[in-house]
């Protein structure tokens, strides 16, 4: 049985950053995509990146290069270190896994695995 456990999210001021991170347990080998997924209050959940194995990266166009997705495949982990936090930046964000070969990265069904999420609350 797979499981995605998020953590680092917390408070921060606006213009600060967090390191988010997503460690995959019950896998027998590395995923094909991971990605970061949020949802803020009374919203829909969007994108926000993924990485596939060979490293491509693909990101939400509002996100202006403020934030950086990164993994670590002998630990299963994946990482979204996110600067200049804004208030509009506050939700709820889930990591998921993909254990195949997936075409949409940025679509919320290519994904087999999710994690329960860590609360990002930035003030402004």
């Known amino acids: 049985q797979v499981q995605l456990v998020e953590s680092g999210g917390g408070l921060v001021q606006a213009g600060g950053s967090l390191r988010l991170s997503c460690a995959a347990s019950?896998?027998?080998?590395?995923?094909?995509?991971m990605a970061w997924f949020r949802q803020a209050p009374g919203k829909e959940r969007e994108f926000v990146a993924a990485?596939?194995?060979?490293?491509?990266?693909y990101y939400a166009n509002s996100l202006k290069g403020r934030f950086t997705i990164s993994r670590e495949d002998a630990k299963n982990t994946v990482f979204l270190q996110m600067n200049s936090l804004e208030p509009e930046d506050t939700a709820v964000y889930c990591c998921?896994?993909?254990?195949?070969?997936?075409?949409?990265?940025?679509?919320?069904?290519?994904?087999?695995?999710w994690g329960q999420g860590t609360q990002v609350t930035v003030s402004s």
């Open positions: 990485i596939t194995w060979g490293r491509t990266t």
């Open positions: 998921a896994a993909a254990g195949r070969l997936i075409w949409t990265p940025r679509e919320e069904f290519e994904y087999d695995y």
């Open positions: 019950g896998g027998t080998s590395s995923f094909y995509s």
